[in-house]
């Protein structure tokens, strides 16, 4: 039975496709807004969904703007585009509830900044793709962590539970923002192996190299989150504590944990969003995922050698379009 709310998804990239797709085929009453010159081509196209959810087509509501009356608006656009978007739809916005989905942990930071009022916070787990407008794949289930880190906008929790439970599993958390940093140090680590190479997953962990390059980037990341006193907790499928104490053994066991976790076939089909930006020849994100412990490092005065590595790597990468050799992720390491 619909939820009886009225929601607007904001962008069509890969989180916001599968969010609009799966919401309207179960009935609720969805807008996708998106840019003035998508709208015509959208409503033409409708979106059409493959992978985990089956294949299906559906045509929701599309606008410029976000609907007065709506009830939350969710945005998915990436981290470097979110002020904008919330800065063009500041007006339309009325008095509808921000959730937001971003990689990183900023995204609370910049709608407090420009909208002055707290979002909710939607911590996605899942993997989906699109390189066609309009078309979205569902790759990866996985549980969503939901959260608010004040009081007052944690009344809507229930409802955002029973709505995003119908994309993936959802666990209400009172520790937002320590699951954003542990989703963070995953996202981080799985996005930069795959921009940086252009190979799938399951291929990057058994890769002798790059499984070194992405066990040093994953204990220089726990590291520095340590050094500033920030607390990670388990996630569904990633106990992190457990991750952070086995990384102080030698780097066997890392690459071990890796391959038994991103090894499987299944995650053939994984594509990150900082690697779908750089087939599109669109900026990444990676300033709001490696970034971050470059971020944290300058400010705690800690070395984040690989992580920055990653960045200048992965931001030269946007403008040769060339992905790094073996020998080149090697040279990495040392540095």
Known sequence: MPLNIKIAVVGAGAIGNLLGALWTRAGEDVTMVVRPSRVEALRASGLRASGLAGEFHVTPKVAAEIPPGTDYAVFTMKTQDLAEAVRAQKIALGTATVVTTQNGVRAREIVLSERGVEPITATLLLNSSTLEPGTVRYNRAAETMLGATHAEKRHALPVLKR???????VHVTDQIESAMWSKLVINALTNSVQALTNKPLNECVRDPIISKLAV???KESFSVLRAAGIQ???MPGAPMKLFSRVLSLPSFVGKMIL????????QAWLMTSTLQ????KQPTEIDYLNGEFVRLGEKINFPTP???AIVEAIKQIEKTGKFLSSEEIKAMIGK
């Open 216 to 218: 040093a980037q994953l």
């Open 232 to 234: 990670l907790i388990n």
């Open 163 to 169: 709505l995003f439970e119908l994309v993936a599993p």
């Open 259 to 266: 391959r038994k976790n991103l090894g499987r076939q299944d």
């Open 277 to 280: 930006s750089l087939l599109r």
């Open 306 to 308: 690989i992580n920055r």
